[in-house]
């Protein structure tokens, strides 16, 4: 059973930076393609950043250039790195696979981008 764990959020001021973490348990980690999704107030979740086993990313344009996704599949995590912070980017971030799958989804960590 695969269990993911997103820790890093917080309230920030625009222009600054977070990273994020996402620790998975489960033997499928290291051949999984993963991804960082976000859901802001009164929208549809979104995927900003994914990257496959081998480590080839992509990312959605909203967030090319100011976010990095990057994976140690050692220890079974995956992270998202956020630059220059916009208050657009305030959300709940979640993990998940890459497409996602539906019993993967964990609770989250609140970006709040706000002076």
């Known amino acids: 059973q695969v269990q993911l764990v997103e820790s890093g959020g917080g309230l920030v001021q625009p222009g600054g930076s977070l990273r994020l973490s996402c620790a998975a348990t489960?033997?499928?980690?290291?051949?999984?393609?993963m991804g960082w999704y976000r859901q802001a107030p009164g929208k549809q979740r979104e995927l900003v950043a994914g990257?496959?086993?081998?480590?080839?990313?992509n990312y959605a344009d909203s967030v090319r250039g100011r976010f990095t996704i990057s994976r140690d599949n050692a220890k079974k995590t995956v992270y998202l790195q956020l630059n220059s912070l916009k208050p657009e980017d305030t959300a709940v971030y979640y993990c998940?696979?890459?497409?996602?799958?539906?019993?993967?989804w964990g609770q989250g960590t609140q970006v709040t981008v706000s002076s």
């Open positions: 990257i496959t086993s081998r480590g080839f990313t």
């Open positions: 998940n696979q890459n497409p996602p799958s539906l019993g993967y």
């Open positions: 489960g033997t499928l980690f290291s051949t999984a393609s």
